[in-house]
């Protein structure tokens, strides 16, 4: 029998953290971090420890293991991608289990910046696996495990695959289906449809816009986009300011892309920044690495925003802040705490959207508060998401034919969207799909 414990980002966006239960053995899906509760401390990263990131509310509550008795079952911790609220968690809660961290390159290359960054370190074992590449995880019974390709708005992300006497035990968080990525390979279909010919007992999927009636565009749609508003400002000859995810390695290569082709002097800012681009270039995924400055540290960042501000027609800056996070590279240059003067000759790019959240909503609307008092033109949204809508998961259930779906990541709403979605396709509530929150857990004879 499999049962599956849903720890967290059932109840919310993010903190994801779900459980497999197979007899003896346990192995745990993706340990993430609740953004929301680290505004203000993400840039710095203040609050080093596990007790400290418990009293905040930014980690998934693990000690439901420790309630269920499984703590000690745990033979595997599989990261799907290399986005915080899905990695995060792991420098502070791993070293609880004895069992090894597995992700893609990336993903492990980023979990060590993170790491170094807080003078963090973990016992446990760390396992690179490649992009559709397997594993074996070892306890009572052995556990073939695999990371499929697939595209989000991050690199080397993978829908990971755990295959047990009783059917195999899917793991979409996160994915959209974008068949001309800008980076990296499409969606390994070949591989989920051999899945779904072998059996697969249970889909756990992204519903974050589940509400949305569509299927969600390409990466090189954003390209286009991008092309379009910088070729067309770009003739005032001002200053350029373009703010998106610092995890977003193929937005950032074509940012960079576009900013020498515009002749301009491409500024990467921000400790966020310098993390994820490091992490890309320690895995031969950073072909801009020589055609552009990285500025991390404070006399780093004024030295280069003074000889930005006096010739502004010469530089793009890329940085950190579209969400409104305060300490932020945009936050700080909203508020005037930084040597770059915005005016109304200059263009800031919001290459991004706000993320689903009240407290995210709030902050960019304060931001751009503050922005418009300095009248700079502002272009939003130039951006397209890294997750799929209603039609991208519904073709990931045709493609998979789960015999069981259950919606994660997500409020109450995005969630029951999921469910509609899968009883609209025939399956039954409460009978092969399944409405699950934080702390429950689902026995799948």
Same mark, same amino acid.
């Given at each position: +029998?499999?049962t599956?414990h849903?720890?967290?980002?059932?109840? !919310?966006?993010?903190?994801?953290m779900? #459980?497999l239960e197979?007899?003896?053995d346990?192995?745990?899906?993706?340990?993430?971090?609740?953004l929301?509760?680290i505004v203000?401390?993400?840039?710095? %990263?203040k609050?080093?420890?596990?007790?400290? &990131?418990r009293a905040l509310?930014a980690?998934?509550?693990?000690? *439901?293991?420790?309630?269920?008795?499984?703590? @000690?079952k745990?033979r595997a911790?599989?990261?799907?991608?290399a986005?915080?609220?899905h990695?995060?968690?792991?420098q502070?809660l791993a070293?609880?289990?004895k069992?090894?961290v597995?992700?893609?390159?990336f993903?492990i290359? #980023?979990l060590k910046?993170?790491m170094e960054?807080n003078? @963090?370190g973990?016992?446990?074992k760390?396992i690179k696996?490649?992009?559709?590449?397997?594993?074996?995880?070892?306890g /009572?019974?052995n556990y073939k495990?695999?990371?499929?390709?697939i595209t989000?708005?991050?690199i080397q992300?993978a829908?990971?695959?755990?295959?047990?006497?009783?059917?195999i035990?899917l793991?979409?968080n996160d994915?959209? +289906?974008?068949?001309t =990525? #800008? +980076?990296g390979?499409?969606p390994?279909y /070949?591989r989920l449809?051999e899945l $779904?010919?072998i059996?697969?007992k249970?889909?756990?999927?992204?519903?974050l816009?589940a509400?949305?009636?569509r299927?969600?565009?390409s %990466?090189?749609?954003?390209?286009?986009?991008l092309?379009?508003?910088?070729?067309?400002?770009?003739s005032?000859?001002s200053g350029?300011?373009?703010?998106?995810f610092?995890?977003?390695?193929?937005?950032?290569? $074509?940012?960079?892309?576009f900013?020498?082709?515009?002749?301009r002097?491409?500024?990467l800012?921000?400790?966020s920044m310098?993390? *994820?681009?490091?992490?890309?270039?320690? #895995?031969?995924k950073?072909?801009?690495k020589?055609k552009?400055?990285?500025a991390?540290?404070r006399?780093?960042? !004024?030295?280069?925003?003074?000889?930005a501000?006096?010739?502004?027609?010469n530089? &793009?800056?890329?940085?950190?802040?579209?969400?409104g !996070?305060?300490g932020?590279i945009l936050d700080?240059?909203?508020?005037n705490?930084?040597p770059?003067?915005?005016s109304?000759q200059?263009?800031?790019?919001? $290459?991004?959207?706000?993320i =689903?959240t009240?407290?995210?909503?709030t902050m960019?609307?304060?931001?751009?508060r503050?922005l418009?008092?300095f009248?700079?033109?502002?272009f939003?949204?130039?951006?397209v998401?890294?997750?799929?809508?209603?039609e991208?998961?519904?073709?990931?259930i045709?493609?998979?034919?789960?015999e069981?779906?259950i919606?994660?990541h997500?409020?109450?709403?995005?969630?029951?969207?999921?469910?509609d979605?899968?009883m609209? &396709?025939?399956?039954?509530k409460?009978y092969?799909?399944?409405?699950l929150?934080n702390?429950?857990m689902?026995?799948?004879?």
């Amino acid at each position: +029998m499999l049962t599956l414990h849903t720890i967290g980002g059932y109840n !919310e966006v993010g903190k994801n953290m779900t #459980v497999l239960e197979v007899g003896e053995d346990a192995i745990i899906f993706d340990l993430g971090l609740y953004l929301p509760s680290i505004v203000g401390v993400q840039e710095r %990263e203040k609050v080093p420890t596990e007790k400290g &990131m418990r009293a905040l509310g930014a980690l998934p509550d693990d000690l *439901y293991l420790d309630k269920k008795g499984l703590r @000690n079952k745990v033979r595997a911790i599989l990261i799907s991608h290399a986005h915080l609220d899905h990695v995060g968690a792991v420098q502070y809660l791993a070293q609880r289990y004895k069992a090894p961290v597995l992700g893609t390159p990336f993903t492990i290359e #980023v979990l060590k910046k993170l790491m170094e960054d807080n003078r @963090n370190g973990i016992p446990n074992k760390i396992i690179k696996i490649n992009p559709n590449g397997s594993y074996i995880a070892k306890g /009572k019974n052995n556990y073939k495990v695999e990371f499929i390709n697939i595209t989000h708005s991050t690199i080397q992300c993978a829908l990971i695959a755990v295959h047990t006497k009783d059917g195999i035990i899917l793991y979409a968080n996160d994915y959209k +289906m974008d068949n001309t =990525p #800008v +980076m990296g390979d499409p969606p390994n279909y /070949k591989r989920l449809k051999e899945l $779904s010919k072998i059996g697969i007992k249970a889909l756990i999927s992204n519903c974050l816009y589940a509400p949305a009636d569509r299927k969600t565009p390409s %990466e090189k749609i954003a390209r286009d986009l991008l092309e379009e508003v910088l070729f067309t400002i770009d003739s005032q000859e001002s200053g350029l300011i373009v703010t998106t995810f610092s995890s977003h390695i193929a937005r950032i290569k $074509s940012i960079i892309e576009f900013g020498r082709r515009l002749n301009r002097e491409v500024v990467l800012l921000g400790r966020s920044m310098n993390k *994820y681009v490091t992490a890309a270039v320690s #895995v031969g995924k950073a072909p801009f690495k020589n055609k552009v400055q990285i500025a991390t540290y404070r006399n780093q960042l !004024e030295k280069v925003l003074k000889k930005a501000n006096k010739n502004k027609k010469n530089y &793009m800056i890329i940085c950190t802040g579209h969400q409104g !996070e305060p300490g932020s590279i945009l936050d700080r240059l909203s508020r005037n705490k930084l040597p770059y003067k915005i005016s109304s000759q200059d263009n800031i790019i919001f $290459s991004s959207m706000t993320i =689903p959240t009240a407290i995210n909503e709030t902050m960019r609307a304060d931001l751009d508060r503050r922005l418009k008092k300095f009248h700079p033109r502002i272009f939003d949204k130039v951006h397209v998401s890294g997750h799929g809508g209603k039609e991208d998961i519904r073709e990931l259930i045709k493609l998979t034919n789960p015999e069981h779906f259950i919606p994660s990541h997500g409020d109450f709403p995005k969630l029951q969207a999921g469910m509609d979605l899968a009883m609209e &396709m025939g399956y039954k509530k409460n009978y092969n799909t399944h409405l699950l929150s934080n702390g429950k857990m689902i026995r799948l004879k």
